[in-house]
């Protein structure tokens, strides 16, 4: 087909796509400001919605004084340097957003206002993303049967995405998950025209890449994309345009290691961000991609034209798999499992899913996507393109089911590709049904309503009793603080990113692998036995002040701690003999405890 010139039909269309999808980038910000009415006047005020938002701000603040951004961060683990290991990508988009704001709102806060602007740029690029993965797959039920408006209307409200797009949260959770679909939409266009020409080729691997280089987590989940369109391979002769998304990939990569490598350095491996690990698994799967390309020239007999390529893509991925092993173990190739109990006991997004209304919320939408994918399955069972490719896709959603299971964390991936897969179940239902109106209209109306309500209707039948409201405030804590400036402050692991954010002490410890070792210094303290002389527990971070919120719930690994326990007396407000309190700040709820004995080192 010749491409049309400017001005004529094709031009007009895509001006109407990008008009489409700019009208569902505004809905689902629109969406996004209102569901997190409750949250907007605290982040107007100053206030962020997790302790990550804060460190990832402190780490910025840290490295532009510097000159550049880093992975290091000052004044945590008892003034030793913390590494965390997030990709430098999320926070290059905050400092550009916040670039032009600087001359007239300061560093500081335009880095906070871009920060923040972030969550609703992130909910705008997911709704574009998924509808732009989903729209191949609507219009195989027909040129008008589009339902796109759904992704942001419906798929923005499923709890999996909602609890992670809140306004206020500072994090590439939303934007990761918009990077994967993208790159499924790219490879689902590339696996239709099945032309090595297609610009979908490099850009599905160049969104691939930059979703790897985000977040390794989406690794699994990219990889799944790709081997559907490798898939696709065994019925067309497709290795071009393999070979070019397996260049495209691979490039990414490369160029994002010299860019953002890790602390040690290009060449050091690391599983949770970006590193030579998944620099060798861009190498992989371009080997993989010429490989198939060389077959495609070759033309082989199809029975051994499958096997060979099969075989050659396995064993580029299991010579990977077997140079980096420990990518196989997940999160528990990241720290000993005996402090990974304790440290992700503490954590509420490395949680299990608990209970049925938390199963109903996160796994539902889930669940339903993986039905209906499972029911493609069903129906083109004697189709081999299309039954291999909703299989595949099945796959992908069990997976993001069973990680959800085990890690609350990965919650929005469930609902993305229910979100994804709503407006396509609609379109089906309208073409399946088309000469019934009546019972198409009866179909999209229950699809619409058990999509957005079945998760909720649990924990609205379980509502109970409201809680008193929590008095710890950290926004106006820095006076308070004002006499620990440069020392030791033991306080709870959750908020020492705000703490450090807001004022000038040194933490002990908060909840980043990398620092695990002095968060079990700070677990320990909180839980020794205070109602003697100074614990050695305490004695051991080295604190001089020790800041506690009466008001405070328990964390988790403290409900079973003795009635002795620090944590627990000051709870009671029993303070030990070895403390003194050297301050109380009423708006925020917090008191500051002066150690009477000096810690020895």
């Not at 509420?348 to 209304?357: A, C, K, L, R």
Request: aromatic content about 8%; glycine content about 10%; overall charge positive.
């Amino acid at each position: 087909m010749e491409r049309s010139p400017p001005g004529t039909a094709s031009g007009t269309a895509s001006r109407a796509n990008a008009r489409a999808y700019g009208q569902l980038a505004l809905i689902a910000v629109a969406i996004n400001l209102l569901t997190s009415a409750r949250s907007i006047p605290a982040v107007l005020r100053g206030g962020l919605i997790d302790p990550d938002s804060f460190m990832r701000l402190l780490r910025i603040e840290q490295g532009l004084r510097i000159g550049h951004l880093v992975n290091m961060v000052q004044r945590d683990d008892l003034g030793t340097p913390l590494l965390i290991e997030w990709s430098r990508l999320f926070d290059a988009l905050i400092v550009g957003l916040a670039a032009p704001l600087v001359p007239w709102l300061g560093r500081h806060r335009a880095l906070f206002v871009a920060g923040v602007a972030t969550g609703p740029l992130s909910v705008a690029a997911l709704a574009v993303s998924i509808a732009f993965a989903a729209a191949p797959l609507t219009r195989l039920h027909g040129p008008r049967a589009s339902f796109l408006w759904t992704v942001p209307i419906i798929g923005l409200l499923l709890p999996g995405l909602r609890s992670f797009a809140t306004f206020g949260i500072i994090h590439y959770h939303i934007a990761q998950i918009a990077l994967v679909a993208l790159t499924g939409g790219y490879t689902l266009r590339l696996g239709q025209s099945g032309t090595a020409r297609s610009a979908a080729s490099l850009s599905g691997g160049i969104a691939g890449g930059l979703a790897i280089w985000m977040m390794p987590e989406t690794m699994p989940f990219v990889l799944l994309i790709f081997v559907a369109l490798s898939y696709l391979w065994l019925f067309r002769p497709i290795g071009g345009a393999i070979a070019r998304l397996g260049g495209g990939f691979a490039a990414t990569l490369a160029l994002a290691l010299v860019i953002d490598p890790p602390h040690g350095g290009p060449l050091v491996p690391e599983i949770d961000r970006l590193s030579t690990v998944y620099a060798a698994l861009g190498i992989a799967v371009a080997l993989a991609g010429l490989w198939l390309a060389w077959l495609d020239r070759r033309n082989p007999p199809p029975l051994p034209r499958a096997i060979l390529g099969i075989g050659g893509a396995l064993l580029a991925f299991a010579l990977w798999l077997a140079r980096f092993p420990t990518v196989a173990l997940g999160p528990y190739g990241l720290i000993p499992a005996d402090q990974m109990r304790v440290f992700f006991g503490n954590m509420s997004e490395t949680q299990p899913v608990h209970g049925f209304v938390q199963a109903a919320m996160l796994l539902g939408p889930g669940g339903l996507a993986l039905a209906y994918a499972l029911l493609n399955v069903a129906r083109n069972r004697h189709a081999p393109v299309a039954c291999g490719v909703w299989l595949i896709g099945a796959l992908g959603t069990g997976l993001a089911l069973g990680l959800t299971a085990r890690f609350v964390i990965f919650a929005p991936y469930p609902a993305a590709a229910a979100a994804l897969l709503l407006p396509v179940a609609l379109a089906d239902a309208s073409a399946r049904w088309s000469r019934q109106p009546r019972r198409a209209a009866l179909a999209r109306v229950s699809m619409i309503a058990v999509t957005l309500f079945a998760p909720y209707t649990p924990a609205f039948a379980s509502i109970p009793h409201a809680a008193p409201v929590k008095a710890c405030h950290l926004r106006h804590i820095g006076p308070l603080l004002r006499p620990a400036a440069g020392a030791v402050v033991l306080a709870p692991v959750e908020d020492v990113p705000e703490l450090l954010y807001r004022s000038r002490i040194i933490g002990v410890g908060s909840l980043y692998q990398h620092g695990v070792t002095f968060y079990l210094l700070a677990y320990h303290a909180w839980r020794a036995d205070a109602a003697g002389r100074l614990p050695a527990a305490v004695r051991a971070t080295d604190a001089r002040f020790i800041l506690f919120c009466n008001d405070a719930p328990d964390p988790p690994p403290l409900n079973r701690a003795p009635r002795s326990a620090l944590w627990t007396m000051l709870a009671h407000h029993h303070i030990p003999k070895w403390l003194k309190p050297a301050g109380t700040n009423r708006a925020t709820g917090f008191t500051l405890y002066r150690v009477r004995t000096p810690p020895l080192r």
